[in-house]
């Protein structure tokens, strides 16, 4: 199964990221691609907190899941939007939704992220809890190649939600990184989960300068079980395409075989 990571440099303006990411998608099809992956906040780079929480659309309804049931059915793949802010409770607030929709353009999977950015180093300062509600339950899907895990952007810090998933043959990573983490962690972070897991993940980043000053790293790409990048494009927009190979997951678990060899989870450690 091939699949594809999308690259972009999302903005203030939703029609205008739509438009980029439809071209985009319309590439990663050409060559190929049965699911496809957009960046964290693909519809939206918000200048203003309050403009992100004006952006954000009723479960169901609006022009960025419209966008993606349409795009699905359209290329006939699995497309997943790496987040859409979805309305929630709190009026201050919003849901950091990842979408799935299956090639007929029917919603199949939701993810509302878990585990909330904060950073704060000089001039940047990020706190993603004052305006998003954290989720609490890991997802994963069904798609050819296997079950596929959820997640987005922070949570690639944090393999104790990697483990929740199971046995899964991809695991998606759509991302905001920024460009100071980025350079730091992005990749090591990233092959570790592939390594750790023995399995596909699938990074697809915002690249560039966005309203506000904020800089993103890019460096999208496609590792495999073993840590290696099987396809990567570093900045720009662009499209990092590769194929799912379930013969090299079981080769890799049949000479490595890591994970039998975990703890049971009923073993504790010990105190004092």
């Known amino acids: 199964m091939l699949v594809a990571a999308i690259q972009m440099t999302s903005g203030a303006d939703i029609a205008d990221n739509l438009r980029a ?51 699905a059915q359209m290329h006939r793949l699995y497309l997943i939007g790496g987040s859409v802010p979805l309305a929630c409770d709190d009026p201050a607030r919003t849901n950091q939704t990842l979408l799935v929709h299956g090639p007929d353009g029917r919603r199949i999977a939701r993810y509302d992220k878990i585990h909330l950015f904060r950073f704060t180093q000089g001039d ?59 350079e730091a962690h992005w990749e090591i972070l990233l092959r570790a989960r592939a390594i750790e897991n023995q399995c596909y993940v699938l990074a697809a980043a915002q690249w560039g300068a966005h309203p506000g000053g904020r800089r993103t790293w890019g460096h999208s790409m496609l590792i495999d079980p073993w840590g290696a990048i099987v396809a990567a494009i570093a900045e720009g927009e662009g499209t990092a395409v590769g194929e799912i190979d379930q013969a090299r997951i079981n080769d890799v678990r049949r000479r490595l075989p890591a994970l039998t060899h975990r703890m049971h989870n009923e073993e504790t450690p010990r105190r004092g």
Do not use: H, W
């Open 21 to 71: 990411a439809e071209r985009l998608i319309a590439a990663a099809a050409e060559q190929g691609a049965q699911l496809v992956l957009l960046p964290e906040n693909f519809g939206l780079m918000a200048l203003r907190a309050q403009d992100r929480i004006a952006a954000r659309e009723p479960d169901g309804d609006g022009p960025q899941q419209a966008f993606l049931a349409r795009m």
């Open 124 to 182: 940047e300062d990020y706190d993603e809890a004052k305006t998003i509600v954290a989720g609490r339950i890991p997802v994963t899907f069904t798609a050819p190649c296997g079950e596929v895990g959820l997640s987005i952007c922070y949570d690639v810090r944090f393999p104790e939600l990697y483990r929740a998933l199971g046995d899964v043959a991809l695991v998606v990573v759509p991302a905001a990184f920024t460009a100071r983490t980025g």
